[in-house]
């Protein structure tokens, strides 16, 4: 997933002010209900487990997603789009925004 100029503004900031995410949110059953099955059982599987994963297998998509949603609540997982890596520096050759008001930059 490649992330635009604004999203990476944006976990600098979340970055920096030390937000916790997994500390403050946790999937509920409508996120699972969201997602195929396939995907809920492959989050499973890297978070719980294979057992656990396949334990669930031929549950309907609404016990699954409730499934999920009980089993993954406290094992810290986040959706690829939540996690908050510490950004890269930006270059230093980059055009300077401000100038001193002198016509050099």
Known sequence: MRRDRRHQRFDQIAFASGV????????????????????IAKIMTEVLGKAAADNCAKMKKGDL?????????????????????????????????????????
Do not use: S
């Open 20 to 39: 916790d995410m997994v500390g403050k949110w946790q999937a509920p059953v409508a996120f699972y209900d969201r997602l195929k099955k396939p995907v």
């Open 65 to 105: 997603a409730a499934a999920a949603a009980e089993r993954m609540a406290g094992r810290g997982w986040l959706p690829p789009a939540l996690v908050i890596a510490e950004p890269e520096p930006e270059a230093e050759d980059a055009p300077a925004l401000f100038t001193d008001g002198d016509g050099d930059d």
